[in-house]
């Protein structure tokens, strides 16, 4: 008798910040469940709250464990700030009505307050640099920590602006470990679905640029329909085929690629107006875009993944380094660039320049507005530790009415 036995991964060390939101705990489910890193991966999961909220975030995890979820290896709860080493994976989720741009002319409120101040104070904790992979490694097989080895950790928000805050008041992480979800591919693929009288994922890569759900640009590669068959007696025709265009009741004139770079732009943005953030979206979003970069980090195997989402730029097709956009993507390993298809397209160089332009406005209001946040409610709080804090140091609730 031949018996094979394969060795499970090491568990994965998943800190889910702000988890009483109905959306991170959608995203707990779905990650304990194995749908987000596969149903043979453990999961030693953190839920990091504030510390008034640790006895709702221990009758959370006891709901979990009734559900006897099989990717789960261990799971506490926490109010310390935590390093850039205690996790593999950080999920962030704000309480921000549009988490891709913030309106600094309305009143900030109550729960904006919260999440600016949850994440401003974790992120000025964050020390790099990570690039020493062997120290990590050493350091938590000293505390007994299981990571996967090599491997750079993933910082995954709901957002641009979270992982704008993240990166700029960080101290020495890279950019590319921080990552968020765009709405923009599936509005543009429900749009395309619907004009074309076909299923979304019967639709084609989208490619997007954006500085926000209003400001961006979208190239979609031929033909609009994947499996749809072009025929060679238009040479200014390769969008849709025949067949299509006789299911819509369209022709050439009423479809082509000026409708794809205005009325279809137009109606993307138009759909994103409407602010689609609501729970159930959120934790959807941030899921597939979690599975999107697992993929070619699960594999020993040469698996690349192509996919838009939010990432730091590294100064790739002209934009700005260190600004946050959404950006079309290529995953190989732990490692991704941008995807330079369209890079010679001159309709793109000058979208990009109209995007940088709003990317760097909003970057700088951001970014302002978050240091004097840091220096009014988190330096100029005095904190004495007791005896039984004295080693570690809590996320404490601070009203924005303290003085």
């Known amino acids: 008798m031949n018996l094979e036995i394969t060795s499970l991964p090491s568990p994965l060390r998943v800190i889910v910040v702000n988890p009483l939101v109905p959306a991170a705990q959608l995203i707990a489910v779905k990650i304990l469940s194995g749908t987000v890193f596969g149903t043979n991966q453990l999961i030693d999961l953190t839920l990091l709250v504030y510390s008034n909220e640790l006895q709702m ?3 959370f995890i006891l709901e979990l464990e009734n559900c006897a979820f099989s990717c789960v290896n261990s799971m506490h709860t926490s109010s310390n700030l935590p390093s850039i080493t205690d996790a593999d994976v950080f999920c962030f989720i ?9 309106d600094f002319y309305n009143v900030i409120t109550d729960e904006m307050f919260d999440s600016f101040y949850l994440i401003i104070k974790i992120a000025n904790n964050l020390f790099g640099p990570i690039s020493n992979i062997a120290e990590i490694v050493k350091e938590n097989v000293i505390n007994k920590k299981n990571i996967k080895s090599e491997q750079k950790p993933i ?5 641009l602006v979270a992982i704008d805050i993240l990166k700029s008041l960080s101290t020495n992480v890279p950019y590319d470990v921080f990552f968020c979800p765009t709405p923009l591919t599936s509005i543009g693929k429900n749009i395309l679905g619907e004009y074309l009288k076909v299923e979304t994922d019967e639709i084609n890569d989208l490619l997007v ?7 961006f640009h979208v190239e979609v590669e031929k033909p609009l329909v994947i499996q749809d068959t072009i025929s060679g007696d238009n040479c200014d025709w390769n969008l849709v085929g025949k067949d299509v265009l006789r299911k819509t009741n369209l022709d050439h004139t009423q479809f082509n690629e000026s409708w ?15 602010n689609p953030y609501g729970c159930i979206y959120k934790a959807s979003q941030i899921s597939k875009t979690l599975q999107d970069i697992w993929a070619s980090r699960s594999t020993e195997c040469e698996l690349k993944s192509y996919c838009s989402m939010g990432v730091i730029s590294d100064e790739s097709l002209g934009t700005i380094k260190g600004h946050p956009y959404v950006l079309p993507l290529i995953f190989s390993g732990d490692h991704w660039c941008v995807n330079e298809r369209f890079k010679e397209n001159t309709h793109l160089k000058m979208e990009i ?3 940088n332009k709003v990317a ?3 970057h700088e209001k951001l970014i302002t507005y978050c240091k004097h946040f840091l220096q009014e409610n988190v330096l100029n709080q005095a904190f004495i530790p007791n005896d039984e804090s004295s080693a ?3 996320i404490d609730r601070l009203s924005r009415f303290s003085e």
Request: with cysteine.
């Open 57 to 59: 975030a221990e009758a």
């Open 94 to 102: 704000t309480n921000f009505p549009n988490p891709n741009c913030i």
């Open 155 to 159: 910082f995954i928000a709901d957002g």
């Open 209 to 215: 640029w954006a500085a926000n759900d209003s400001v």
């Open 260 to 274: 794809l770079k205005k009325d279809f732009i137009e109606k993307m943005e138009s759909f994103a107006s409407r």
């Open 353 to 355: 320049k109209r995007i």
């Open 360 to 362: 760097q406005e909003q």
């Open 392 to 394: 570690s140091i809590t």
